[in-house]
């Protein structure tokens, strides 16, 4: 699924993230592991709290570089 997500519709970030979560537009969640678990854990909670998959990635940097950025990314979201 990872290799889907720079074609797919998305959003990168913890707030954008979140918000999509609260929005109930977020369809899957990707997590960094090597990302800070301040930033990841309160997602991952809000995820399993809606039903959302969640997914994890390595590094920060393939996920960001699976997103099409050039930085690297704590989470992202795959939305409607």
Same mark, same amino acid.
């Given at each position: *699924? $990872?290799?889907?997500?720079? @074609? #797919?519709?998305?959003?990168?970030?913890?707030? %954008?993230?979140? +918000?999509?979560?609260?929005?109930?537009? #977020? +369809? +899957?969640?990707? $997590?960094? %592991?090597? #990302?800070?678990? +301040?930033?990841? /854990?309160?997602?991952e909670i809000l995820c399993r /709290?809606?039903?959302? /998959?969640? /997914? =994890?990635?390595?590094? *920060? &940097? &393939?996920?960001? @570089? =699976?997103?099409?950025?050039?930085?690297? @990314?704590?989470?992202?979201?795959?939305?409607?």
């Amino acid at each position: *699924m $990872l290799t889907d997500l720079k @074609s #797919a519709k998305k959003v990168t970030g913890a707030k %954008q993230v979140t +918000r999509a979560l609260k929005n109930g537009t #977020a +369809r +899957r969640v990707f $997590l960094a %592991q090597d #990302a800070d678990p +301040r930033v990841t /854990e309160p997602i991952e909670i809000l995820c399993r /709290e809606q039903g959302t /998959e969640t /997914e =994890a990635v390595a590094t *920060m &940097a &393939a996920l960001g @570089s =699976a997103c099409g950025i050039a930085v690297g @990314s704590a989470v992202a979201a795959v939305v409607d």
